[in-house]
């Protein structure tokens, strides 16, 4: 009788472990990537103000190149 309990036992213990184990798949698929576009926007006030700002510089140098008497040159 005894070894009929131990048996019994075993079995519960055995179906209560094959129970409990599980089993996990996991499928990883290849990544994409694609070319990324970016589209900046300047900001055009900025290049107007700078153009204004050195103006006076680029229409002197102008006059000094157009008129070689102001420089003092010869040429």
């Known amino acids: 009788m005894l070894k009929r309990c131990g048996a019994v036992v075993v079995s ?14 996991l499928e990883v698929k290849p990544v994409e990537i694609k070319p990324i576009h970016i589209t900046i926007d ?15 510089i680029d229409a002197a140098q102008e006059r000094l190149e157009t008129d070689p008497s102001k420089t003092g040159g010869t040429e």
């Open 12 to 25: 519960i213990i055995f179906l209560t472990l094959a129970g409990c184990s599980t089993s996990h798949e």
């Open 42 to 56: 300047v900001n055009v006030k900025v290049d107007k103000a700078l153009d204004n700002f050195f103006g006076d």
